[in-house]
């Protein structure tokens, strides 16, 4: 079993839909979290970064983090065509090297 | 300001033969890591560098990768009699300091062994 388990189907969705990504995980250790974006033959760029259970928003991003449940969410509110890229999860453990963990992605399409 | 920096952008090189890959972090980033991105194991860590310490090799995945950095920027990993298995794209990232500080990513370097 991989540390960080994301659901790696392809999403589309229209535009102004909202989009709604998320991944588990199984250690205790994993105290901060991160949602990247990457687009084609690029490389992740980061979009969100949160380390408290809770909700962070940053404009039509928000990002959900539920250490009860070793779980985190992305959700991303009236999607753009400029938002289809590839989102990864990245967790960090506390102490360490702090090496980021990934999910493996979810290509997100968002047709105009 | 510049940003991460990797060459080549794209490798290609025949099974056995050994390649060099360059990554420049930001200016002023004492950390740097090596990650490789495939398409069945998505991103995985490879090695990491903090300042002028021992690295961190962990994630090499075969004493075939091997990697430096000089003078504590500028960064190459080998990969020594490169497989098929080994075709994937090389992201490089940087960071200010040890901890949990954003990692900035380069565009990576797409390799194919044929």
């Known amino acids: 079993q991989k540390e960080v388990e994301q659901d790696p189907g392809p999403l589309s969705v229209p535009e102004g839909a909202i989009v709604s990504l998320n991944c588990t995980y199984s250690?205790?250790?994993?105290?901060?979290f991160m949602w990247y974006r990457q687009y084609s033959r690029k490389g992740p760029e980061l979009l969100m970064y949160?380390?408290?259970?809770g909700n962070k928003e940053d404009g039509r991003f928000t990002a959900q983090v539920d250490k009860s449940s070793k779980y985190i969410s992305l959700f991303i509110r009236d999607s753009q065509p400029s938002d289809s890229a590839t989102y990864l999860c990245?967790?960090?453990?506390?102490?360490?090297?702090?090496?980021?963990?990934f999910g493996k992605g979810n290509q997100v399409v968002v047709i105009p | 300001g510049a940003g991460v920096s990797q060459s080549p952008s794209n490798k290609v090189t025949e099974k056995g033969k050994d390649v060099e890959l360059r990554c420049d972090p930001i200016?002023?980033?004492?950390?740097l890591y090596w990650y490789r991105q495939s398409l069945g194991q998505g991103l995985e860590f490879l090695i990491y560098?903090?300042?002028?310490?021992?690295?961190?090799k962990s994630g090499l995945p075969s004493d075939r990768f091997s990697a430096e950095r000089t003078g504590g920027s500028v960064s190459t990993l080998t990969i020594q009699r490169t497989q098929q298995e080994d075709s994937a794209v090389y992201l490089c990232?940087?960071?200010?300091?040890?901890?949990?500080?954003?990692?900035?990513f380069g565009p990576g370097t797409r390799l194919l062994v044929l």
């Open positions: 560098f903090q300042g002028n310490s021992a690295p961190d």
């Open positions: 990245a967790m960090i453990k506390l102490g360490g090297n702090n090496r980021l963990a």
């Open positions: 990232a940087s960071s200010f300091r040890q901890g949990r500080e954003t990692q900035y």
């Open positions: 200016s002023g980033h004492t950390a």
């Open positions: 949160t380390y408290s259970s």
């Open positions: 250690n205790s250790a994993f105290q901060y």
